[in-house]
């Protein structure tokens, strides 16, 4: 399987809220750095279901292919 692949399985039925992103939840991942732009949004009032952000679509594809690359990893060694 491709990142590619692996990136749209990963996101397929996901939302966009304050508390889950894109399938990262914040309760699992809370440093993960796309919070703080998710903050900024929920303090200025703009509905994170409509932005187009693309720093922080670069930050979501970052999350998944470090996991693709920790899967691919974990499934190769044993």
């Given at each position: 399987?491709?990142?590619?692949?692996?990136?749209?399985?990963?996101?397929?039925?996901?939302q966009k809220l304050y508390y889950n992103?894109?399938?990262?939840?914040?309760?699992?991942?809370?440093?993960?750095?796309?919070?703080?732009?998710?903050?900024?949004?929920?303090?200025?009032?703009?509905?994170i279901k409509r932005s187009d952000d693309?720093?922080?679509?670069l930050l979501v594809r970052n999350f998944?292919?470090?996991?693709?690359?920790?899967?691919?990893?974990?499934?190769?060694?044993?």
């Amino acid at each position: 399987m491709n990142f590619e692949t692996y990136l749209q399985e990963k996101l397929r039925g996901t939302q966009k809220l304050y508390y889950n992103y894109m399938g990262i939840y914040k309760k699992e991942y809370p440093k993960w750095p796309g919070w703080k732009l998710i903050q900024e949004y929920r303090e200025t009032g703009v509905d994170i279901k409509r932005s187009d952000d693309y720093l922080l679509s670069l930050l979501v594809r970052n999350f998944y292919y470090t996991q693709f690359l920790q899967d691919k990893y974990i499934h190769n060694k044993f």
